[in-house]
């Protein structure tokens, strides 16, 4: 295991962490793209030949509002899960980018703005876990 040195500290600027965190952007939104791809693939595997029925509109199912159902979904191998999935990894990205925020300030010795984003964090974790 490699120790940390100054040198290491040093080469943690503000290009490496714009580089690393476009990076983390990339593949959070890929890697969601692919996931409701998967499970629209999925879904209308199961569901081509059902009509659809435009006349009244059908909100999700309750077990897709809450993770936990999500989860049992696409445990289940449900299309609809593994969408949901797919949109809560989406959702999860931008709140990434500002947990990693923190620690490249941090990283930077820059307290000022790893503050102003740990507080950035807590009202994106307050708004998506009670609203």
């Given at each position: 295991?490699?120790?940390?040195?100054?040198?290491?500290?040093?080469?943690?600027?503000?290009?490496?962490?714009?580089?690393?965190?476009?990076?983390?952007?990339?593949?959070?939104?890929?890697?969601?793209?692919?996931?409701?791809?998967?499970?629209?693939?999925?879904?209308?595997?199961?569901?081509?030949?059902?009509?659809?029925?435009?006349?009244?509109?059908?909100?999700?199912?309750?077990?897709?509002?809450?993770?936990?159902?999500?989860?049992?979904?696409?445990?289940?191998?449900?299309?609809?899960?593994?969408?949901?999935?797919?949109?809560?990894?989406?959702?999860?990205?931008?709140v990434?980018?500002?947990?990693?925020?923190?620690f490249?300030?941090?990283?930077?010795?820059?307290?000022?703005?790893?503050?102003?984003?740990?507080?950035?964090?807590?009202?994106?974790?307050?708004?998506l876990?009670?609203?």
């Open positions: 295991m490699k120790m940390s040195t100054n040198q290491d500290l040093k080469s943690w600027n503000d290009k490496k962490i714009e580089t690393l965190i476009g990076s983390l952007l990339r593949s959070g939104v890929l890697s969601s793209a692919l996931v409701v791809f998967v499970g629209a693939i999925i879904f209308l595997a199961g569901n081509a030949r059902s009509p659809a029925g435009y006349r009244v509109f059908h909100g999700e199912p309750a077990d897709l509002r809450t993770v936990g159902g999500v989860l049992r979904d696409v445990a289940a191998l449900r299309g609809r899960g593994i969408i949901q999935l797919g949109l809560l990894l989406l959702i999860a990205t931008p990434a980018r500002v947990a990693f925020s923190i490249g300030f941090c990283k930077e010795r820059d307290r000022l703005y790893a503050v102003i984003a740990a507080i950035v964090l807590l009202i994106l974790l307050y708004s876990i009670f609203s």
